[in-house]
């Protein structure tokens, strides 16, 4: 994988090199600007040349964006490129500002994660028209065709694994209390991590191996496997934790008040990802009438680690941040030489369908924590506290 990623580097940085050879595109103006371009670094042969691809994060403030900007940055090092990442701090107007200054750089491909699927549009519009190819990054944007490509992880599967798990741990028993919580509505992939759970756990809803104790909206949709987006929205307006963990850990407050003790005793959580798992986990533990609790995650974000191997969180998805990397850097080099990336499928994105490249996702609890983060090579073994 690794001597993957260096050869598509050293494409990247040819076909840069090429493109700032014939174009007259605007030279970054150094890392004060903060351009998050990926551009050769300046050596023997003189300063960077060329703006080539642009990248845009949604925040800082969740460790999951930190992990793809460091992946990003050791591709790109390794690959001798400067790169700096602009990140949009759950701000759609300070996303679009990133990529207005992107575009005026002479970027040549946007890679971005749009903090609001449909907000982002004018930003995707605005590169199209600029001559900019523009891949959405894990998050899809929505209702435009200037989208050129998609790299996500299988969102779906995601869902899938963590319904999954609850239904094995519930095991053959009936009647256990299930809270649901979603990500935020601007984000399409909380609509599809939903969709992937809500497939899998409604039968286990409609034969009573669960009961639904948080979303009135949910209830009366228990008996419908496939929900419409539409009903979708209606649960995840009830449950969404607008991926904050501040929100997600009020949300289960005011559940746990309004919830009976006898919705309580071993309850069964769906928490959407790890910084609102770790938040729920938390509020749940501190309520005394819940006596156990299962509760998923996504993204293995270290914390998250740390907390299953204490027992505090139950599982997590994880998705392996370096073959997202790759595939955006495999994507951007072939838009770069004119060519289609390769796409194993397509989401449609509410106008187009959007030719895409997908991960698979790996669902991790204690017992295989060791084998899939740490032999790996993903993290450290000290990284962490009593690894099992
Ligand atoms: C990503 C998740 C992440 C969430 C919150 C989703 O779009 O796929 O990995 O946890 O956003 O940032």
């Known amino acids: 994988m690794r001597i993957k990623i260096f050869s598509l580097m050293a494409l990247l ?25 990926a551009a050769p670094a300046a050596g023997n042969g003189g300063a960077a040349a060329g703006g080539t691809v642009g990248i845009v994060l949604p925040t800082k403030d969740e460790p999951r964006w930190i992990q793809d900007e460091t992946r990003f940055k050791d591709a790109l090092t390794k690959a001798g490129y400067q790169s700096e990442i602009l990140f949009s701090q759950g701000d759609s107007a300070k996303e679009k500002a990133n990529v207005e200054s992107l575009l005026t750089k002479g970027i040549k491909v946007l890679i971005i994660t749009p903090q609001d699927g449909a907000a982002a549009a004018a930003s995707a519009d605005a590169a199209r028209k600029a001559g900019v190819k523009v891949i959405s990054y894990d998050r899809l944007i929505r209702d435009t065709d200037s989208v050129d490509y998609y790299v996500t992880f299988d969102s779906l599967a995601v869902g899938a694994q963590q319904a999954q798990y609850l239904i094995d741990k519930a095991g053959s028993n009936k009647g256990n209390p299930l809270y649901l919580y979603a990500g935020a509505a601007t984000d399409n992939n909380a609509f599809v991590f939903f969709q992937g759970a809500w497939k899998v756990l409604q039968p286990k809803i409609a034969d ?83 006596k156990s609790f299962v509760v998923t995650g996504q993204d293995a974000e270290k914390a998250s680690v740390q907390y299953i191997i204490d027992g505090k969180q139950s599982m997590t998805v994880f998705k392996d941040v370096r073959t997202l990397v790759n595939d955006a850097i495999n994507a951007a080099v072939a838009l770069l030489q004119g060519k289609t990336p390769d796409a194993k499928g397509s989401y449609n994105n509410g106008k187009i369908d959007v030719p895409a490249i997908q991960s698979p996702v790996i669902s991790v609890d204690k017992a295989n924590v060791k084998k899939e983060l740490i032999d790996s090579g993903y993290y450290q073994a000290s990284d962490f506290q009593n690894l099992p």
Do not use: H, Y
């Open 13 to 37: 940085m040819i076909a840069s090199l090429v493109l700032a050879a014939c174009g007259s595109s605007a030279a970054p103006s150094g890392s004060s600007s903060g351009a998050a371009t």
């Open 208 to 290: 009573g191996t669960f009961v639904i104790k948080n979303s009135s909206a949910a209830v009366e949709l228990q008996g419908k496997g496939d929900l419409t987006r539409e009903e979708q929205a209606k649960i995840l307006g009830q449950v969404t934790t607008n991926w904050d963990f501040n929100t997600a850990k009020t949300l289960a407050e005011s559940n746990l008040t309004a919830a009976t003790d006898a919705d309580k005793g071993n309850v069964f959580i769906l928490a959407p990802n790890d910084g609102t798992a770790r938040a729920i986990a938390d509020t749940f533990a501190a309520d005394k009438a819940v």
